[in-house]
């Protein structure tokens, strides 16, 4: 009897204190925990009433119900946690599993309404509006939980996303930049400000970014990868080489890298290196390109049928190859041997589900596919100044040639008129003698 008492004293306080709460707060949400104890209070009065001492089951329940709950909301709010928003973001959650969005979203406005400073439940909301394609509505939900919670980094990076999405580039860059000298470590926030400048051709920015990255992540492959593409387009090849070197070694199935490594060092004309790059780049979204370029290489080096083999398989993964191909000066010899049947029109071409292509911003991939084709057009030309080079060294060979003749004879000529002019001499001498 003197544990009902002590209960039925224990639990009244409790209620008192969420009746209060209530009123307090004007907040209905705690009308839940008040049943909940009256509830609890009722089952220890029927206890009572019907001498019912040792059933487990109400027991757990009258305890759970008048004391464990309101004890525990006393003590959470008692250490600035607010039961309010904690049971409306859950409930939030809970609507939102169910499929029940709109619901779930008034609860989260009601919410907000009523505590401006809810930080949980302003977070939320901004999800809902950048899902559902609100932006401006969401920065505004992103920067009000900033405002509440200032090491938020993760809504600093939020709004920096949504303002690339709005083409606010510049307030983006500058929030991003804010965001890194706070917290430098961000790797997604330097990787979409590196993204960022190289969309805006600031190339030595980006690779001040990226290199500061990688104090804090230094074995990242899209940080090399993204340092060897702006490098590229900056001309740096040797700093190219050595970024997609160190990203080759990083990730063994990234094809690209081993394509660019072998644009680069064929640019240095060391075929044979260049050859086993492009062999370790024959899969992946650049096959062609790579079988293409081995038949450049095979021409070079005089391997005629391996060439004719590579230039019809790359027509083939390609077809827009053969327009290239036709154009090719080092593939005079050969055009009459491409046996592939192609039909140029506007088909799709092979598309590769690489993930780590995948996973990169539409600026880095035109990016990576602009510094490509600067590569194969720096590597046209070395080609074409070594052709012409050979032009020049054979002229000046003829031309040296022809002169030495063209000295030979004049040489001889005057040999021809020295030995005219003595002959006369000698016979004027003779003519006189007599």
């Known amino acids: 009897m003197l544990e009902k008492l002590i209960f039925i004293l224990l639990s009244f306080v409790l209620f008192v204190v969420t009746f209060f709460k209530i009123i307090k707060k004007n907040d209905t949400n705690y009308i839940i925990i008040l049943l909940m104890q009256a509830i609890g209070i009722t089952i220890c009065f029927i206890e009572i009433k019907f001498n019912i001492f040792k059933n487990i089951i109400l027991g757990i329940i009258r305890y759970v119900f008048s004391i464990i709950i309101p004890m525990f909301i006393v003590i959470i709010e008692a250490n600035d946690f607010n039961f309010s928003e904690i049971t409306s973001v859950a ?7 169910i499929g029940n969005d ?18 949980m439940g302003h977070k939320l909301l901004a999800e809902y509006y950048e899902n ?17 919670k200032k090491n938020d980094y993760k809504s600093y990076f939020k709004i920096a996303k949504l303002l690339n999405e709005l083409d606010k580039k510049d307030e983006a860059i500058q929030m991003l930049e804010n965001l890194l000298k706070t917290k430098p470590d961000y790797y997604d926030a330097s990787i979409l400000l590196g993204d960022l400048l190289c969309g805006e051709e600031r190339f030595k920015e980006a690779i ?9 992540t230094p074995n990242d492959f899209d940080l090399y990868y993204n340092l060897g593409i702006v490098y590229t387009k900056l ?6 080489k050595e970024m997609y070197e160190r990203a080759a070694t990083l990730n063994h199935i990234m094809y690209a890298t081993n394509y660019n490594l072998g644009l680069i060092i064929l640019i240095q004309k060391d075929y044979d290196l260049a050859e086993s790059y492009f062999q370790k780049s024959l899969e992946g979204e650049y096959e062609a390109e790579a079988y293409y370029s081995l038949a450049i290489i095979y021409t070079y080096k005089c391997e005629k049928d391996k060439a004719i083999n590579f230039l019809n398989k790359a027509i083939e993964l390609k077809p827009k190859l053969l327009e290239k191909a036709n154009n090719e000066p080092c593939f005079n010899n050969i055009k009459q041997y491409i046996t592939v049947s192609v039909k140029m029109n506007n088909e799709e071409e092979k598309i590769y589900d690489d993930e780590p292509r995948n996973n990169r911003s539409i600026n880095m991939i035109n990016l990576e596919n602009d510094a490509i084709k600067y590569l194969e057009d720096i590597s046209k030309l070395v080609e074409g100044m070594k052709e012409t080079e050979a032009k020049q060294k054979i002229e000046q060979k003829l031309d040296y040639i022809i002169n030495r003749q063209k000295a030979k004879k004049e040489k001889v000529e005057m040999e021809l008129e020295e030995l005219k002019k003595e002959k006369k001499e000698k016979d004027r001498e003779e003519r006189q003698n007599n």
């Open 235 to 240: 001309s740096d090849f040797q700093m190219a």
């Open 132 to 148: 559902e394609g609100g932006m401006r509505r969401a920065i505004d939900e992103y920067v009000t939980s900033i405002d509440i």
């Open 91 to 97: 409930l939030a959650y809970f609507f939102r599993l």
């Open 208 to 216: 001040s970014v990226y290199t500061e990255a990688l104090k804090y």
């Open 102 to 119: 709109k619901l779930s979203k008034q609860i989260l406005v009601k919410l907000v309404t009523k505590y401006p400073e809810s930080y």
